[in-house]
């Protein structure tokens, strides 16, 4: 069992940046890869992007390719997303889970097994 909390988000303008951190509890954080989704009003979640268990490895999705940077510390249970030049289509809830499956599953939600409760990010033009 894996909880996941997010943390970070907030209003900000386009061009900015924010950190989103997520906190995991269990004794098995660093066995599950970690992934980060996105949900616009009336969209659907998204993928942004995942990392390895031992953070050796990471995708993202083209929309965030070059901007965002995701990162973990298995030290701690944390998992991070650094998101620099903030455009407005980023505005979404944002939520970080946890993954059992092997990279190919990391790419769609149904991949993950825990998720957070996620974290509101909104970008003013």
């Known amino acids: 069992q894996v909880q996941l909390v997010e943390s970070g988000g907030g209003l900000v303008q386009a061009g900015g940046s924010l950190r989103l951190s997520c906190a995991a509890s269990?004794?098995?954080?660093?066995?599950?890869?970690m992934g980060w989704f996105r949900q616009a009003p009336g969209k659907e979640r998204e993928f942004v992007a995942a990392?390895?268990?031992?953070?050796?490895?990471?995708y993202y999705a083209d929309s965030v390719k070059g901007r965002f940077t995701t990162s973990r510390d298995n030290a701690k249970n944390m998992v991070y997303l650094q998101m620099n030049s903030l455009k407005p289509e980023d505005t979404a809830v944002y939520y970080c889970?946890?993954?059992?499956?092997?990279?190919?599953?990391?790419?769609?939600?149904?991949?993950?097994?825990?998720w957070g409760q996620g974290t509101q990010v909104t970008v003013s033009s």
């Open positions: 889970a946890a993954s059992s499956t092997g990279p190919t599953g990391w790419g769609r939600s149904h991949g993950y097994d825990y």
């Open positions: 269990g004794r098995t954080f660093s066995s599950y890869a």
């Open positions: 990392i390895s268990w031992s953070g050796s490895s990471t």
